[in-house]
C-alpha cells in the first residue's frame, strides 16, 4: 500500500484563525445585532490603482490579438519587470543586481516555502517567536523536525524569542543553526529592523557559515528612512542572504498573485565533499521544472507599479493604512496600553494588561467593543500577552474600531 509522507502526520492543528472564526460565530450567533470589524485580517482591502488597473486590461487586450497574444512566458519572469525591478527597488539603494538573480513568481509564501528544498535534510532551521506559521509548518512538511512539544515546538528547530524586552530583535542562537528565517519589517510584531541589527545578522551567517532567508513582503511600509529596504544594502549580504518580496501588500496583489525572490549568484551551500556550490542554478532549474511562470496579465500589472502614476497611487494607499496603524497606534496608547509596531509596518503589537492572557484579551475585546484582532500567542508562545492589530481595515472601520474601544474601557 502506499505510504503516507508522515511528516505531515507531525502538524500541529490549523489552530489560530479557525479559532477565531469559531469565536466570532459563536459571539456573532449570540448577538445577531452587533456590528463586528475585524482588525484581524492580513489582508489588503484598497482596490487595485488606476495605472495597475489599466495595465493590465492592455495586458488583456494583448491576449486577444493575434500578433500581441502570450502563451508561456519565460519561467524566471518577464526582462520588462524583472529590469524594473532591479532598477527601482536596488539600483535606487546601491544594490547591483544582474537580471539571472531575480525570479518572478506567483506569491512569496510559496517562494520561502520552496526555497527549502536547495538546502540538505540535515540543515537546522532557526525562527523568531512569535513566527509566520509558513516557515515553520514547511520546515515540518520537509522532514526537518521531530515532534511537537506541549507548546506546539518542534523538535530540532531553534526558536528565537522576539518580546518587548528585546525590542522584538531576536538574538543570534548560541547553538548551531544553518538556516535562518528572518522577516523585517515583521508580521506579526510590526518590528523593523535596523542597518546595525541586520549588519549583525550578517556577520552571523558570515562567521557560521549559515544561510539567512529575508522575507521583506513588507518592505514598501517602512518609514524611516534610516531603515533598510533590502537585506543587500548590508556589505556581504549577497554571499548569505537569499531575499522575498511581493506585490501582494505593497500593491494590492493579493489576489492577483505577483512576487520575485533574489538568489544572488555570491551565494554558496557546501556539498557533503565540501565543495561551494552556488544555489542559484539550482533554484533556477528548481524554478524552470516545477513552475511555468507568473502570468502575463499578473506582470504587466506588476510592472505598472514602478511607472510614475504607479508609484504615486500605490504610495497614496499605503499611506492610508499607515493613518490606520497611527491611529491604532495613538489611540491604544492614549488608553495606557503598550502599543509596538505600526510605524515601519502594518501591523500594531499591544501588549495585554497584566494577568490578561492573549485570548482573555480576544474575548474582553469581542465582546465589549466587538472589535476582532489575533491573540499574540497564535504565532508562539513568546506572543503569549500580545495582541495583533493590522491596519489593512477601512480608515472608517478603524476609526469606529477605537471609539468602541475608548467606550468599553
Ligand atoms: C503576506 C505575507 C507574504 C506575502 O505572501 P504572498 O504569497 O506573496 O501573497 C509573505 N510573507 C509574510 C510574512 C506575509 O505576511
Known amino acids: 500500500m502506499t505510504k503516507i509522507n508522515e511528516n505531515f502526520l507531525k502538524l500541529q492543528a490549523g489552530y489560530l484563525f479557525p479559532e477565531v472564526a469559531r469565536r466570532v460565530r459563536a459571539y456573532q450567533a449570540k448577538n445577531p445585532e452587533a456590528k463586528i470589524i475585524s482588525l484581524g485580517i492580513g489582508d489588503v482591502t484598497q482596490p487595485?490603482?488606476?495605472?495597475?488597473?489599466?495595465?493590465?486590461?492592455?495586458?488583456?487586450?494583448?491576449?486577444?490579438?493575434?500578433?500581441?497574444?502570450?502563451?508561456?512566458?519565460?519561467e524566471q519572469g518577464y526582462d520588462f519587470l524583472i529590469e524594473a525591478i532591479i532598477e527601482n527597488d536596488f539600483k535606487s539603494r546601491g544594490v547591483d543586481l544582474d537580471k539571472s538573480e531575480v525570479f518572478i513568481s506567483d506569491g512569496a509564501k510559496c517562494d520561502t516555502a520552496n526555497i527549502q528544498e536547495m538546502f540538505g535534510l540535515d540543515n537546522i532551521v532557526a525562527v523568531t517567536d512569535p513566527v509566520y506559521p509558513v516557515y515553520v509548518d514547511s520546515s515540518v512538511m520537509a522532514g526537518r523536525t521531530g515532534q511537537a512539544n506541549e507548546k506546539g515546538q518542534y523538535?530540532?528547530?531553534?526558536?528565537?524569542?522576539?518580546?518587548?524586552?528585546?525590542?522584538?530583535?531576536?538574538?543570534?542562537?548560541?547553538?548551531?543553526?544553518?538556516?535562518?528565517?528572518?522577516?523585517?519589517?515583521?508580521?506579526?510584531?510590526?518590528?523593523?529592523?535596523a542597518k546595525e541589527t541586520l549588519s549583525e545578522w550578517v556577520d552571523f551567517a558570515r562567521r557560521t557559515g549559515a544561510i539567512i532567508l529575508f522575507d521583506a513582503a513588507y518592505e514598501a511600509f517602512i518609514t524611516n528612512p534610516d531603515i533598510p529596504h533590502s537585506i543587500y544594502e548590508i556589505d556581504g549580504a549577497k554571499e548569505v542572504a537569499i531575499e522575498f518580496r511581493s506585490f501582494s501588500k505593497t500593491a494590492g496583489f493579493t489576489g492577483v498573485r505577483c512576487a520575485f525572490t533574489v538568489v544572488p549568484r555570491q551565494l554558496t551551500a557546501a556539498a557533503s565533499n565540501g565543495r561551494a556550490v552556488e544555489v542559484?542554478?539550482?533554484?533556477?532549474?528548481?524554478?524552470?521544472?516545477?513552475?511555468?511562470?507568473?502570468?502575463?496579465?499578473?506582470?504587466?500589472?506588476?510592472?505598472?507599479?514602478?511607472?510614475?502614476?504607479?508609484?504615486?497611487?500605490?504610495?497614496?494607499?499605503?499611506?492610508?493604512?499607515?493613518?490606520?496603524?497611527?491611529?491604532?497606534?495613538?489611540?491604544?496608547?492614549?488608553?495606557g496600553y503598550k502599543a509596538y509596531g505600526g510605524v515601519n509596518a502594518p501591523y500594531i503589537w499591544v501588549k495585554t494588561p497584566a494577568g490578561v492572557g492573549s485570548w482573555d484579551f480576544f474575548d474582553q475585546l469581542l465582546q465589549k467593543a466587538n472589535v476582532v484582532g489575533t491573540p499574540g500567542a497564535g504565532f508562539g508562545p513568546a506572543g503569549e500577552g500580545y495582541f495583533r492589530l493590522t491596519a489593512f481595515a477601512t480608515p472608517a472601520n478603524v476609526k469606529e474600531a477605537m471609539q468602541r474601544i475608548a467606550n468599553s474601557v
Not at 528565537?160 to 506579526?188: H, K, Q, R, S
Not at 532549474?285 to 504587466?300: D, E, I, L, P
Request: charged content about 15%; glycine content about 6%.
Open 48 to 74: 487595485l490603482p488606476p495605472a495597475i488597473i489599466e495595465a493590465m486590461q492592455k495586458a488583456v487586450e494583448d491576449m486577444a490579438g493575434a500578433n500581441t497574444f502570450r502563451g508561456y512566458g519565460p
Open 155 to 193: 523538535d530540532k528547530i531553534v526558536y528565537m524569542p522576539c518580546t518587548a524586552e528585546n525590542n522584538f530583535i531576536p538574538e543570534p542562537p548560541t547553538t548551531p543553526v544553518d538556516i535562518i528565517y528572518l522577516c523585517f519589517p515583521n508580521n506579526p510584531t510590526g518590528a523593523a529592523a
Open 280 to 335: 542559484n542554478p539550482l533554484w533556477n532549474r528548481r524554478h524552470s521544472t516545477k513552475f511555468n511562470g507568473a502570468s502575463y496579465v499578473s506582470q504587466a500589472g506588476a510592472a505598472a507599479v514602478y511607472t510614475p502614476e504607479g508609484r504615486k497611487q500605490t504610495r497614496q494607499i499605503i499611506d492610508i493604512y499607515m493613518a490606520n496603524a497611527a491611529l491604532i497606534r495613538k489611540s491604544l496608547t492614549k488608553l
